[in-house]
Structure formats: C-alpha cells, structure tokens
C-alpha cells in the first residue's frame, strides 16, 4: 500500500505573521508544484491567517501547534479548533512532547484536542515518543503503546481517515541526535501493529507514520525510504526555506 509522503514544519514558538509571509513567498518559489506529497507547516496561532493567505493556492497546508478541546468558553489563553480552522488552519498537531513536558498534556487531554479537532475537520498529528531514559530502560514500545491507547481513547475505525500519527524520540528533538533508519522503523511498525489492533486493518494500512526528531536535508532520504515511515515533522530545518525546500524535495 502507498501512502502520500505528509512533510510537515513544526516551527514551535517562531516566527510572526509578517514573517511567516515572507518566508512562504521564498518558500513556494523553492518547491514549485509537488502532486505526489503533502506539504505542511504548523505554525504560531496569531501567524495561521497570514501564513494560510501566503500559502494561497499552493496546496501547502498551514496548521496550528494546539487547540483546546472545549469549543468555546471561560478559558482564558485557550483557542479552539473552530477558531483555528475559521483562521485558515487545515491540520494540528496534537500531544507534542514539549506540550506533555512543559503544559502538562496529558493522553486524556490528547484524546479529547483530537476528537475537537475531527469535530471542526482538522487533520490530528498525534505525537507520541519515548525519554532516553525510557529508550535506556527498554521501556520505548511500553511507553508508546500507552501513550498511543490513551491518546487515541474513544475513536472509532471509521473515524481514523485522516488520522496522522508522528513518533518523535524526545532524546532526538533539537540535540541534533536522529533515530538511526533501523531506530526509527522498528518503532513505525510497532505503531503500525498497534494502530491494527486498536482501529483495524484498514486504518493500519492507510494511517501515515511521521518522524520528528532532528531530520535534517542529508538524512531526511534514508528515513523517509523506510517501509513504514511516511513523512517527517521537522522542526529546527523547517525555520529557514531553503533547508525545508530540501527535505520536502527528497526524491522517493
Ligand atoms: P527538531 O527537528 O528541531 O529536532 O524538532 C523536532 C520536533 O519537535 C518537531 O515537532
């Protein structure tokens, strides 16, 4: 089964709207037209409408960071899922670790952002991934099964179309320390055998598979020719165009 490559930039807490402007414009003049890949970038709340009016009619897919799972309400600081999506967002990432390490998400919260964001039509990118010292402990599959049953709580098979999920190694995210390919793979198919017992075959052969953690343009073609890995979510060479012009460019 072929799955569409998803290349996704997480540009964490960078970049204003003006910014995001620019970089978009230098951006689609590096990648021009690519049909057989989605193309994406999670950005900043306050950039999502600029950087969707930038993005244009380029098929690049601007996403938000995080939502809340209420739709609206006395949350002071919160957005929703209806608010980022009427902003032009058309995905979110969901789970990230810096969001479980520094905001307290927990998996129950997880599964709630992404029944929201289904409810307002957003692609979930469900993060999950393990410590070094779980990785040390031997503890990664353990760890990634629980994050994956908790965060993935109540959804149905039939729910699970756009369902991205992404493995990001914590050790492996801004230490300039990638997964090895042979790493990375295990762990992919491992979610892809769990995906097939909590949502079914269907749902395991369609759902895409990202990795995070340090992808680089030198190294972005070794993991993405792995069997069950189907993108990348990038973070610190998604900031500048030209890096992640590369990484979306791969020839596959
Ligand atoms: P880096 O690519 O900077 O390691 O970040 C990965 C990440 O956290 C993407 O969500």
């Known amino acids: 089964m072929t799955r569409r490559p998803f290349l996704a930039g997480n540009w964490k807490m960078y970049k204003t709207g003006t910014e995001a402007k620019k970089y978009l414009g230098e951006f689609k003049a590096l990648v021009g037209t690519l049909s057989d890949r989605d193309v994406a970038l999670g950005v900043p709340a306050a950039a999502i409408r600029e950087a969707a009016d930038a993005a244009g009619g380029s098929g690049i ?5 995080n939502i809340h799972f209420e739709k609206e309400g006395a949350f002071t600081g919160e957005i929703s899922a209806d608010m980022v999506k009427d902003a032009g967002a058309s995905f979110v990432i969901l789970g990230h670790s810096e969001r479980r390490q520094f905001f307290g998400d927990t998996d129950s919260w997880v599964s709630k952002k992404l029944r929201a964001a289904l409810g307002a039509s957003l692609i979930p990118v469900v993060c999950v991934g393990e410590s070094l010292a779980q990785r040390e402990a031997g503890k990664t599959n353990e760890l990634v099964e629980s994050q994956l049953k908790g965060s993935l709580e109540g959804l149905a098979p039939d729910e699970a179309g756009t369902l991205v999920i992404a493995y990001e190694p914590v050790w492996a995210i801004g230490t300039g320390k990638t997964a090895t390919t042979d790493q990375a793979q295990e762990v992919h198919l491992f979610i892809r055998k769990k995906l097939l017992e909590l949502l079914g075959e269907k749902a395991a052969a369609e759902t895409r598979i990202l990795y995070g953690g340090s992808v680089k343009p030198d190294n972005a073609k ?3 020719a792995q069997p069950d890995i189907d993108g990348a979510l990038v973070g610190g ?5 030209d890096s992640f012009a ?3 460019k791969y020839d596959g």
Do not use: F
């Open 61 to 65: 897919l601007i996403g938000a960071q």
């Open 222 to 224: 070794a993991l993405l």
């Open 237 to 241: 060479a998604a900031l500048k165009p």
């Open 246 to 248: 590369a990484i979306v």
